[in-house]
């Protein structure tokens, strides 16, 4: 059977760095000690002015590329997940491949908010093992949040970063790449936090900026049980369909979002809670490109090896869902 591999990982985050004890300054009150007992996050980074999500996408691209082996022309198709596109129109995706010189790439963007990687991935396996014209697709999943920030906001201000994650799927057939996946949405939660104003719904306008609708607002307070639950669901199946049980997976790449709700699915899944790799304490959230940026820190600390199982799992706006098991 034709699968897609990862052969190639890279990630990236703007130099400027943001620590918890900027917002006791701005907001003038102490938010670092909720933020490192609640959320785990001690800093993060964020773009300069002159920065914006095409040119961390470009920076991750490049180290993915290099480390799969390939050349650029060798790329078939480019899909960049992210719900801060460098335009609403054209594709972030044509920027990079412009930039890049993957002069043979197709290419195209998707949102599915912080699910957008892994709903990225399935995506491109499924290209993969049905077109024998793809060999080798670029995923990458790119935010820039910082820009959409009401910096007086502390809901969401203290939270969200920026940064890039990439990979190279190519095909293979050998026993690994990604195995099986899935992909589940709780539309009704659609109007409870979201960018909602700058398209057609709620063009900009002189109100749309007076109320910060052109701003990430949370409308409602999820219910906390939430991603655990459907987390735990989602592994289970997957682990089901492979015939595996949780304890065997090696590695868990989830949302990083809320150190508690990921440990919290850890032990549903009655799995030591190493096995799942954070780093929102040095990175923040960084929406559709958490996933690959752990992912990324744990192979360049050399945990991730071949013939590893891992599983991911994407929990974003919409809501939306998405899970994938992947052979090393």
Not at 230 to 255: S, Y
């Amino acid at each position: 059977m034709r699968r897609a591999a990862i052969t190639g990982i890279g990630a990236y985050a703007p130099d400027q760095e943001i620590p918890n004890s900027y917002f006791n300054d701005t907001l003038g009150q102490d938010v670092d000690a909720w933020l490192r007992e609640n959320v785990n996050i001690t800093t993060r980074r964020w773009c300069t002015e002159d920065e914006s999500v095409a040119d961390l996408c470009e920076q991750a691209a490049n180290e993915a590329i290099a480390d799969a082996g390939v050349k650029p022309e060798d790329i078939d198709l480019i899909i960049v997940s992210t719900d801060t596109p460098e335009y609403i129109s054209p594709s972030t995706a044509s920027v990079l491949q412009d930039r890049l010189g993957l002069k043979n790439a197709g290419t195209f963007d998707l949102n599915t908010a912080c699910a957008g990687f892994v709903t990225a991935m399935d995506v491109a396996s499924k290209y993969i093992s049905s077109d024998e014209r793809y060999q080798h697709v670029l995923v990458l999943g790119g935010y820039a949040m910082s820009k959409y920030l009401n910096k007086t906001d502390k809901k969401t201000v203290t939270l969200f970063a920026d940064g890039a994650g990439a990979i190279v799927m190519s095909a293979t057939e050998q026993d690994k790449g990604l195995l099986t996946s899935d992909l589940k949405t709780e539309g009704q939660y659609n109007s409870w936090m979201g960018i909602y104003g700058g398209a057609t719904k709620m063009p900009i306008s002189e109100t749309v900026l007076e109320n910060h609708d052109h701003q990430l607002k949370f409308v409602h307070k999820f219910p906390k049980e939430l991603n655990p639950k459907m987390w735990t669901e989602m592994a289970n199946d997957i682990c089901d369909r492979l015939g595996v049980k949780p304890q065997e997976v090696d590695h868990f790449f989830i949302t990083q979002l809320n150190f508690n709700s990921i440990n919290e699915t850890m032990d549903n899944l009655e799995v030591d809670r190493s096995k799942a790799h954070m780093v929102m304490d040095q990175y923040g959230y960084t929406g559709s490109a958490c996933i690959p940026m752990a992912l990324h820190d744990a192979y360049k600390k050399g945990k991730v090896k071949e013939g590893d199982l891992s599983i991911f799992i994407g929990s974003g706006g919409g809501l939306a869902f998405a899970a994938a098991a992947v052979r090393f």
